[in-house]
């Protein structure tokens, strides 16, 4: 069933959006962070909406992550994505503290993802990116790396710049209408959302 479409009003407020970057490393001062500029810098070019950011760098710590993502939903955040912590490795717990605050699981993002990366790396298959829903918000894990990051948001294109696989973000207006969230609008040269006809608001 389509959502009711909320008002141009209520879309015109700024967009709460979660930004979590997690690495016990950087965390604690040995490199710079760079999980947190790389998705602001992404969501800035592929979002029409005002955007408020909740950013948040902590370490690999299942509790603490379960914990940051309940706050930032419990803060009317419509959106949370991580980056780092979805690899193989002992302290790799994202996957682990996404599920464990989950009301219902999202699998097709994580496919998405790993179908995205394998066509750089055959170590993609490693990768175990989750995405799930909690309350009103979509919280979506994603790779470390600011390149990847970029890549399974926005998808690949050849050499034209025409599409050639759909990045993930493509999906995530529609998810967030239908979860009860703000209507987010991108702009179609980063990344082109898709909607049913019925799902789209005409143009002011």
Same mark, same amino acid.
């Given at each position: 069933?389509t959502?009711?479409?909320? +008002? ?7 967009? &709460?959006?979660?930004?979590?970057s ?10 710079? /962070?760079? @999980?947190?500029?790389? =998705? ?7 979002? %029409?909406?005002?955007? +408020? #950011? ?6 690999? /710590? ?20 991580t ?6 490795a002992?302290?790799? =717990? ?35 990116q ?5 309350? +009103?918000?979509?919280?979506?894990n ?11 948001l926005?998808?690949?294109? $050849?050499? $034209?710049?025409k599409?050639?696989?759909? @990045?993930? #973000? ?6 967030? $209408? =239908? ?7 991108? +702009? $179609?040269?980063?990344?082109?959302? #898709? &909607? ?6 005409? %143009?002011?």
């Amino acid at each position: 069933m389509t959502p009711p479409a909320p +008002h141009r009003s209520e879309a015109a407020a700024p967009v &709460r959006i979660g930004i979590v970057s997690i690495s016990d490393r950087a965390s604690s001062g040995v490199y710079p /962070d760079l @999980g947190l500029p790389a =998705l602001q810098d992404w969501l800035r070019r592929a979002l %029409k909406n005002p955007i +408020h #950011f909740e950013p948040r760098l902590i370490p690999d /710590d299942q509790a603490g992550i379960s914990a940051t993502l309940i706050e930032l939903v419990d803060a009317a955040c419509a959106l949370v994505l991580t980056t780092g912590g979805t690899g193989p490795a002992p302290r790799d =717990l994202t996957p682990e503290a996404t599920l464990a605050v989950a009301e219902k699981e999202m699998p097709g993002f994580g496919e998405q993802m790993r179908r995205i990366s394998l066509a750089f790396v055959p170590t993609a298959i490693l990768s175990r990116q989750v995405a799930v829903i909690r309350g +009103h918000c979509l919280i979506i894990n994603l790779p470390g790396q600011p390149k990847a990051i970029a890549q399974t948001l926005e998808g690949l294109r $050849d050499g $034209d710049g025409k599409s050639v696989q759909d @990045g993930i #973000f493509a999906a995530v207006p529609y998810c967030i $209408d =239908l979860i009860g969230g703000p209507y987010l609008e991108t +702009h $179609d040269e980063v990344c082109a959302a #898709f &909607r049913p006809q019925s799902a789209r608001q005409p %143009k002011p």
